[in-house]
């Protein structure tokens, strides 16, 4: 069973949020824009392996879908993890396009694509790591450490995946989706003493989601952007032009003639995502560019946030 889900993701939301705000002629832009269809990329590269693992006897495993724990040591993000009596399996889930070759002696994977050569950490040193990660977590925790295995599972049918490498982990922890349900099978036999009561499962399980933390980067600082670069106003949802006027009921854009009645919504959420997600009404018509005082308490009183405090120093609460 699925104990916790994907979701969202919030960083896909913020490298949104900084597109939209930034000059299309910022210098970080073009960055920027390749990180989010990274980004964007690997989510679709785990999604697909939401369907093998649909697969799976749905009691045995517990299943955690992109979980972020925060160790003594700092935290670690796990693309899968299933907990089941016998073992536990972390997944590190690559979805690269092109010619991918690791090698061991060097620890790099090197991946070509369109006469282009990216370098990126080894992934087996990668689950390695987080296989540390997680033991350690779990001794902080009190739990008795079970057998930990690890995968990591090229998710693309357009890459041709080649490792130099002499170390069996090389030869049997790198795998191709479809390869997946059958690896945990033989997993499953290998390890056929259950290690963990039912009720250690329940915990660990319990345990684990409780302890996700969401990573919640300012990306403005991240891609060190000067503040003073980003887009302040009221975007038009249709062609992004700021700022747009305010006519009655409605939000209407002079370039392209659309008109809105919640065009407000994206740039309170922008201002959340990029900005701070704890605001006052000053500071949300200083964003806006609105003139109006009553306008901006207006909109913003009738979005029901949670909020602190009274009349002028109130602070509002986005999500
Ligand atoms: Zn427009």
Known sequence: MIVKYRGTSIKKRKLEALIRRLPRNHPKIQSIIEDLNKHISGIKGEESLDYYLNFLDNKKFHIFQDLRLKGANGAFQLDFLLVALEFILIIEAKNYVGEIIIEEKYNQLTKKHNDKEEYYPDPIRQVLHQ??????????????????????????????????????????????????????NSLTQSHNRGMLDLNTHKKISKKLLKSHTPLDENLITKYNIDINDIITGVQCPNCLSTPIQKIRANWVCSICNSISKDAHLLAIEDYALLIKDKFSISEIREFFNLESKSIATKLITKLNLKHEGKSKGRIYTYK
Do not use: D, G
């Not at 057998?147 to 130099?164: A, C, D, G, K």
């Not at 982990?169 to 997946?180: A, D, F, V």
């Open 131 to 184: 296989r540390f990660q997680l033991i350690t977590w779990l001794k902080e925790n009190n739990f008795t450490v079970p057998p930990i295995e690890m995968l990591v599972v090229f998710t693309n049918t357009n890459s041709r995946v080649q490792t130099i490498a002499s170390t069996p982990i090389y030869k049997n922890n790198i795998i191709r989706s479809t390869l997946l349900i059958e690896k945990i």
